[in-house]
């Protein structure tokens, strides 16, 4: 337990390292570094509030313990088992907290969303449940202060849609709903049937984290500059001074050049700004290919094998089945009551990383 106490103990130094940080008028004024470090002195925050609790609880047991061994008076003596007893039940409890809020966090599960579904195997039933679940979304999103923006929609024949994109703002909103990323399947009576018979249809989910702004930075050392006579028409020298700047990024290879300006320094700023936009360029197509090969990934197909979940109407049951986790709460759920499916996903998916760090 000590080499716990002691990983909190520097959790809370870098916490108030970053407290201290974040009042500095230089920080405040670099606003890229102000909100990078206010976001970890949140996020470290729970930890200390943690650390502060467990001191408590240790020295309340600690003095409940020499009251039991030293005191005489038999009342006072069971006050204090019964005050032992629930404090080792609530250290206890607290143990398995702190061991949660010291698992890595994904610095993608802080963003926004974007959450893409798509009707699958069933025709116009599946379109109708792409919008049941849009719904459920919403509703979902409305409970948790999220926001919800609809980018694109393809409504279907008889109502839902065949496709819809929607952006998901708030607090921690990739974290939770990159979850229902998968196939979900229903299974009930559609409404396009006449006969009462169940059918089984599919729509597709898809969620990313919301793209950031690419913040490009260049390194001095990693800069190859040539500096050359300014050329006019027929290639003659226009400029007797090496005013004109060719920028090679090593790393990349990627190359920029400036003669417009008869100022050499000038020159430079306009190369290396072209520069940065040619190395976001390549970032983002980087970035698009993986996004791309994210999206294989997540959804092979939208037919029936491919399922995550399934939403059986005649029982009132959903099932989820990465975790064999059956729920007859359909309706509640359907309505937006999606954290009960959720919140077990994150349980399960945090013990499954507390037993690779455990085996680490």
Same mark, same amino acid.
């Given at each position: 337990?000590?080499?716990?106490?002691?990983?909190?103990?520097?959790?809370?130094? *870098?916490?108030?390292?970053?407290?201290?940080?974040?009042?500095?008028?230089?920080?405040?004024?670099?606003?890229?570094?102000?909100?990078?470090?206010?976001?970890e002195y949140k996020d470290l925050e729970p930890i200390v509030k943690a650390l502060e609790?467990?001191?408590? !609880?240790?020295?309340?047991?600690?003095?409940?313990?020499?009251?039991?061994?030293?005191?005489?008076?038999?009342?006072?003596?069971?006050?204090?088992?019964?005050?032992?007893?629930?404090?080792?039940?609530?250290?206890?409890?607290?143990?398995?907290?702190?061991?949660?809020?010291?698992?890595?966090?994904?610095?993608?599960?802080?963003?926004?969303?974007?959450?893409?579904? *798509?009707?699958?195997?069933?025709?116009?039933?599946?379109?109708?449940?792409?919008?049941?679940?849009?719904?459920?979304?919403?509703?979902?999103?409305?409970?948790?202060?999220?926001?919800?923006?609809?980018?694109?929609?393809?409504?279907?024949?008889?109502?839902?849609?065949?496709?819809?994109?929607?952006?998901?703002?708030?607090? #921690?909103?990739?974290?939770? $709903?990159?979850?229902?990323?998968?196939?979900?399947?229903?299974?009930?009576?559609?409404?396009?049937?006449?006969?009462?018979?169940?059918?089984?249809?599919?729509?597709?989910?898809?969620?990313?984290?919301?793209?950031?702004?690419?913040?490009?930075?260049?390194?001095?050392?990693?800069?190859?500059?040539?500096?050359?006579?300014?050329?006019?028409?027929?290639?003659?020298?226009?400029?007797?001074?090496?005013?004109?700047? *060719?920028?090679?990024?090593?790393?990349?290879?990627?190359?920029?050049?400036?003669?417009?300006?008869?100022?050499?320094?000038?020159?430079?700023?306009?190369?290396?700004?072209?520069?940065?936009? *040619?190395?976001?360029? $390549?970032? !983002?197509?980087?970035?698009?290919?993986?996004?791309?090969?994210?999206?294989?990934?997540?959804?092979?197909?939208?037919?029936?094998?491919?399922?995550?979940?399934?939403?059986?109407?005649?029982?009132?049951?959903?099932?989820?089945?990465?975790?064999? !986790?059956?729920?007859?709460?359909?309706?509640?759920?359907? #309505?937006?009551?999606?954290?009960?499916?959720?919140?077990? $996903?994150?349980?399960?998916?945090?013990?499954?990383?507390?037993?690779?760090?455990?085996?680490?």
């Amino acid at each position: 337990m000590s080499n716990l106490i002691n990983k909190l103990e520097l959790i809370k130094e *870098r916490w108030e390292e970053v407290g201290k940080k974040i009042v500095d008028p230089e920080i405040i004024a670099d606003m890229k570094q102000y909100v990078k470090l206010n976001k970890e002195y949140k996020d470290l925050e729970p930890i200390v509030k943690a650390l502060e609790k467990y001191k408590n !609880l240790t020295s309340n047991i600690e003095t409940n313990q020499e009251i039991i061994k030293t005191e005489s008076d038999p009342d006072f003596v069971e006050m204090a088992k019964e005050e032992l007893s629930a404090n080792e039940a609530e250290l206890e409890e607290l143990n398995e907290e702190i061991k949660v809020l010291l698992i890595p966090k994904d610095p993608e599960d802080a963003k926004n969303a974007v959450v893409e579904i *798509r009707a699958g195997a069933g025709g116009d039933e599946a379109s109708i449940f792409a919008g049941d679940l849009f719904r459920m979304y919403t509703k979902y999103a409305s409970t948790k202060g999220w926001k919800i923006a609809v980018v694109d929609e393809h409504e279907g024949t008889n109502g839902g849609f065949k496709e819809i994109v929607f952006e998901v703002e708030g607090e #921690d909103v990739y974290g939770v $709903l990159k979850y229902e990323a998968g196939v979900h399947r229903v299974q009930r009576v559609p409404q396009t049937e006449t006969q009462g018979r169940v059918h089984t249809s599919a729509a597709s989910v898809m969620v990313f984290p919301e793209a950031e702004e690419f913040d490009v930075e260049i390194k001095e050392s990693d800069l190859r500059v040539d500096s050359y006579c300014s050329s006019g028409p027929g290639g003659q020298s226009v400029n007797t001074t090496y005013s004109a700047i *060719r920028l090679t990024h090593i790393p990349t290879g990627v190359v920029a050049q400036c003669q417009d300006q008869k100022s050499k320094l000038k020159n430079y700023d306009k190369a290396l700004s072209v520069l940065r936009s *040619r190395i976001y360029e $390549l970032e !983002l197509q980087k970035k698009n290919e993986a996004d791309a090969e994210l999206r294989k990934n997540m959804v092979s197909s939208s037919d029936r094998s491919a399922k995550i979940r399934t939403y059986n109407y005649p029982q009132g049951r959903v099932t989820d089945h990465r975790i064999n !986790l059956t729920l007859y709460d359909l309706p509640k759920i359907i #309505d937006g009551d999606v954290a009960k499916v959720s919140d077990a $996903l994150i349980q399960h998916d945090n013990l499954e990383k507390m037993k690779i760090g455990e085996t680490a």
